[in-house]
């Protein structure tokens, strides 16, 4: 920063967004654009060098996002974005690594990577949306489908458990575990830029509609009408214990900051454990050593 | 193309004692791989024990992950975080890489994978031999795609074919294979590390234009597009999709030419370049067994034999398995009486010899399900029964 | 060429043995050597073996077929191996481990108690060095300088004394044996003059 600018550099929207790519694909009123908007603002607000963040999603209509970013991007396959993000991640270790998901992609097909990274304590950022459903393919059934909702591939009703994201992640290892709706835009931009600030794996998922299909097939309305539903049966509960914010449908859903903490992340420990057993043979390593 | 040294503190120079794993190991280290993401698998995981254990006093990471298919992703992420990167497998975590190999052939993304080949479908044989994996590794992901495949014959080769594999892949921005197997993984023989200094290296094709003219997937000259990395500053993107020169999603036919064209074309023209055979008395020869890896080690005791016998043995070993050496093949299917084809498999490169071929001489293919490698007899029968 | 067969059981040290002799005879005696071992389900049991074969030229085939030497260290892998030894091979066995068959066509039998040398030597684990000086020295396969070259790395630093002395209580041992060898024909021969 220059010495000469007192005030404060934030970044502008047109910095943050691939303005060459508007308009993008989601349907009007999804409630991914608003989440985008959150993490924009996070970031604007922020004063974080965006030459140092790399935003990674799979695949699906939340995994577009890193399309959009103007940041160092990469849209990989279905359910993979956690562990190219872990390659990015300890091959640089001073980029900020944040990993925008579907609930589908981040616990379905990729729910191994998920959890081994929070296991590991792997230094980057997972923002999920959760809208219930495998949007991009047509609103099939998820691993986060509440028990009676109607999926496209569960045409009588969804009968199997569900998923419950935040416990999931906490019991995993996650040092930052947050729930909001898209509505709570204020809240989820400060949910990430907390985490943005923090070192370690954190999970922020934003419960989302999907207006075309998850909401139009259990009558639930457009989507406005959705995510004012959403916020109205939402209820704060900061710290609450994880194990209690099960999801029912259209039951009351429990959101806030559930877990902050700190613990030494996977570069740390490595670096710390080899550091002790091996001494003077070891190179420690992405601590500006290269 | 720029080519520095290796960098000394990878590169265990001196003559060792190693088998194969240990030497792809070793090689990977020469070539400067500074980052290693594996899932233990018979009959390769001494190669990611080696790095494990090596890689903390060289400078890098070693990271074992929950399957080969975060394996072969991490890999990606780290090549674009600017790290050489590599992994070993065998058959099972070979096919739950595939959809990932297709991503990075798609990002044109560099790295290496060493495939230890063992006997298959399946479970197979974990702990025996098997070079079934021949096609796989050039069609085994979805869409069309060229990749370069190397097959080492010893744990020398191992380590020369691991930082010759890390090269080409630099050069063509493509994944590269050490296809090897399970005998000469585990077999250990001489291997000898030069210092440092006589190591060639062939460095990434580093953009340094202006930030803001740097189009990802804009083809150079040579038909390469020039890398970055992440955090460097660029704001780039990548993608899965079929893309434009941005590296932005098009999903239209015409861009599909394009971009599928380019991911194949890149190879197909650059073949001559990068094929690598081994020929020996070529010119006379009314028979040419054409073999790669340990089976032509075998080969060589039948072959000798079958000159004893006064039959005129040429043979090609293929030190680059993909390309395939279409022309020349072809070329010689005019002169010779037949090719044999042997190999630890059921029939796979037998089929592209066949092909090459193009009906002009016949092919005759000495099969061996896995397990182990061929007796010579049964190639030495081969031969004789194709020179009547 | 000569093929060697190492076998005894799992923890006697029998893969290190191949190491050894063939990092020796590669990389300090200037012949080839390829050392493979049983792995899998087939090295899980109690039955253990590497293998090498040695020759002046690349060793084409890597795996041994019918072996000139073979060396065992227990009764089951004498069992085992035994059969596929050549007609005119030489056995080598650890005596007080290995009750033998009466001999087969021509081979030639050396024993050595290369256990109970070991556990005099303080330490029962180098019974494989013992073994593999005493196989340098009645085979001639290879030398005792290139084997002695070829430890470091191959057993422990603070062990490494410990298994020279092995090495040479084995050698020695089977020098006296082929002097005594040597001393029985001798009159023999004489007789005939
Ligand atoms: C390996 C693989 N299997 C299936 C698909 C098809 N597919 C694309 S997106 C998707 C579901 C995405 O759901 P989610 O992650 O919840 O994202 P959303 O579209 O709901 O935002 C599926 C199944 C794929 N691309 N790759
Ligand atoms: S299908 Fe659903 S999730 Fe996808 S863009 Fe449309 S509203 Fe959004
Ligand atoms: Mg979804």
Redesign the interface.
């Known amino acids: 920063m220059k010495k000469d600018n007192p005030t404060k550099k934030q970044n502008p929207i047109t910095d943050l967004l691939r303005m060459d790519r508007i308009p993008h694909i989601w349907c009007p009123g999804c409630g991914i654009g608003t989440v985008l908007t959150s993490f924009a603002e996070a970031l604007r607000k922020s004063e974080i060098d965006l030459d140092k963040v790399a935003v990674l999603s799979g695949i699906g209509c939340t995994g577009r996002v890193a399309g959009y970013v103007k940041m160092d991007s990469i849209h990989t396959t279905h359910g993979r974005a956690v562990p190219v993000a872990t390659g990015v991640k300890l091959a640089n270790p001073e980029m900020k690594v944040v990993v925008f998901s579907g609930d589908g992609d981040i616990s379905g097909i990729g729910g191994n990577h998920f959890i081994h990274a929070a296991r590991r304590n792997m230094d980057i950022m997972i923002i999920c949306v959760n809208n219930f459903n495998y949007a991009m393919t047509g609103g099939q059934v998820a691993a986060t489908t509440p028990k009676g909702a109607n999926a496209s591939t569960a045409p009588y009703g969804n009968f199997e458990y569900s998923f419950n994201l935040p416990y999931l992640a906490e019991a995993s290892g996650a040092t930052y575990v947050a729930r909001w709706t898209a509505l709570h835009l204020r809240r989820v931009t400060k949910s990430i830029q907390e985490a943005l600030g923090k070192r370690g794996f954190s999970f922020i998922e934003v419960i989302t509609p999907c207006v075309t299909l998850y909401a139009r097939r259990n009558r639930l309305g457009d989507g406005l009408n959705l995510l004012k539903y959403y916020h109205e049966k939402s209820e704060i509960q900061h710290g609450a214990d994880t194990r209690t914010v099960d999801i029912s449908y259209q039951g009351k859903l429990i959101v806030g900051k559930f877990v902050d903490i700190d613990k030494p992340t996977f570069l740390d420990c490595m670096n710390e454990h080899l550091g002790k057993v091996l001494g003077d043979k070891y190179q420690p390593y992405g601590v500006n050593n290269d | 193309m720029k080519k520095v040294k290796a960098d000394p503190k990878g590169v265990l120079s001196g003559s060792h004692y190693l088998d194969g794993d240990y030497a792809i190991a070793e090689g990977g280290l020469a070539a400067g791989c500074r980052f290693f993401a594996g899932y233990p698998i018979t009959p390769s995981t001494e190669t990611a024990e080696r790095f494990s254990e090596r890689i903390p006093s060289v400078g890098g990471v070693f990271i074992q992950m929950e399957d080969e298919l975060a394996s072969i992703a991490a890999l990606i992420g780290a090549v674009w975080g600017g790290k050489k990167s590599m992994t070993v497998t065998s058959g099972p975590g070979f096919s739950l890489m595939m959809e990932n190999i297709g991503l990075a052939c798609m990002m044109e993304t560099p790295l290496v994978i060493a495939n230890v080949q063992r006997g298959g479908p399946s479970t197979g044989l974990p702990t025996l031999t098997g070079q079934q994996d021949m096609m796989q590794v050039r069609w085994g992901s979805h869409g069309d795609y060229k990749i370069i495949a190397l097959s080492p014959d010893s744990p020398q080769e191992c380590f020369d074919l691991t930082i010759e594999a890390f090269n080409l892949s630099e050069i063509y921005r493509v994944p590269t294979f050490v296809m090897t197997d399970e005998c000469v993984g585990h077999m250990h023989e001489k291997v000898v590390i030069p210092p440092a200094e006589e190591i060639e290296l062939v460095e990434r094709k580093w953009y340094t234009g202006p930030k803001d003219q740097y189009l990802p997937y804009k083809n150079d000259k040579d038909m390469i597009p020039f890398m970055i990395k992440i955090g460097d500053g660029y704001r780039f993107h990548t993608t899965g999709l079929t893309h434009d020169e941005r590296g932005y999603p098009v999903i239209n036919a015409e861009c599909q030419d394009v971009c599928v064209r380019h991911l194949n074309d890149k190879i197909t023209m650059n073949a001559d370049k990068i094929i690598r055979l081994e020929e020996d008395e070529i010119d006379n020869a009314e028979i040419i067994v054409i073999s790669y890896g340990i089976t032509s080690r075998v080969t060589t005791r039948a072959v000798r034999q079958a000159r004893k016998a006064g039959i005129k043995v040429g043979t090609i070993r293929l030190i680059t398995v993909w390309p395939f050496p279409e022309k020349r093949i072809n070329e010689l299917a005019k002169k010779v009486k037949a090719f044999v084809v042997p190999e630890i498999n059921y029939g796979q490169m037998v089929l592209e010899v066949e092909r090459c071929a193009a009906g002009q001489t016949p092919t005759v293919h000495v099969p061996h399900c896995g397990g182990w490698v061929h007796d010579p007899d049964d190639i030495l029968k081969a031969i004789k029964e194709a020179a009547k | 060429m000569t093929e060697i067969r190492f076998s005894g059981f799992g923890g006697q040290g029998i893969i290190r043995c191949?190491?050894i002799t063939?990092?020796a005879l590669?990389?300090y005696d200037n012949k080839?050597?390829?050392?493979?071992?049983s792995?899998?389900?087939?090295?899980r049991g109690s039955a253990c073996s590497s293998q090498l074969v040695v020759s002046d030229d690349?060793?084409?085939?890597?795996?041994i077929s019918i072996p000139e030497i073979l060396i065992s260290m227990s009764q089951e892998a004498y069992e085992i191996y035994e059969p596929e030894l050549s007609e005119d091979g030489i056995l080598i066995i650890d005596k007080d481990l290995v009750k033998m068959n009466p001999a087969r066509g021509k081979i030639k039998t050396y024993s050595v108690p290369s256990t109970r040398f070991a556990e005099e030597l303080g330490n029962r684990i180098t019974a494989n060095l013992v073994m593999l000086g005493f196989f340098s020295s009645v085979t001639s396969v290879v030398s005792a300088d290139a084997m002695k070259k070829?430890l470091p790395g191959l057993v422990p630093g603070r062990f490494l004394d410990l298994n020279i002395k092995a090495f040479d209580k084995g050698y020695d041992y089977g020098k006296e044996i082929l002097a005594k060898e040597k001393k029985s024909k001798t009159p023999t021969q004489k007789g005939k003059k």
């Open positions: 191949g190491l063939g990092k590669s990389l080839h050597a390829t050392m493979t071992q792995f899998g389900p087939e090295a690349r060793v084409l085939y890597p795996y070829a």
